[in-house]
């Protein structure tokens, strides 16, 4: 067992969240979803959960393509650090081939300082995988 690595041998963190693995109908290839250390941050347990990312995998050897690394979504200046962008669930719109993606924006209205992590709305977004 190895690291999960870029396809030109750079090292990525990620912090211990839950990410999906899956191919798409439309042009046959495998993505990989989940949140990735970036902006020099590093990982520490189940943080940073601050940019939710979307890349194509290369099968062989297994890696991530790194000029496939796409954000669907990051923390914005005036949001929390404690801001988690995790916890989503998403499913292959079998007409559209696009990727929708349902996340809560944990914590968007503050931290545990106020309890804002349960104040949060339901997002929906629509990922077009193109190369």
């Known amino acids: 067992c190895s690291p999960l690595t870029c396809d030109d041998g750079t090292l990525i963190e990620s912090s211990a969240t839950g990410s999906c693995l899956f191919r798409s109908i439309t042009d046959g290839n495998l993505y990989w979803i989940g949140n990735l250390c970036m902006d020099d941050q590093k990982a520490q347990g189940n943080w940073p959960r601050t940019h939710l990312v979307a890349a194509r995998i290369q099968e062989e050897p297994f890696a991530i393509i790194k000029d496939s690394i796409s954000i669907i979504d990051k ?19 079998r007409e559209t081939g696009e990727i929708v993606l349902l996340i809560n924006r944990f914590f968007e209205r503050g931290g545990w300082e106020n309890l804002g992590w349960h104040d949060t709305d339901l997002y929906m977004y629509r990922i077009s995988l193109t190369e």
């Not at 923390?75 to 988690?84: G, T, Y």
């Open 75 to 93: 923390r914005r200046d005036d949001e929390s650090d404690q801001i988690q962008l995790s916890n989503f669930r998403l499913l292959q719109d």
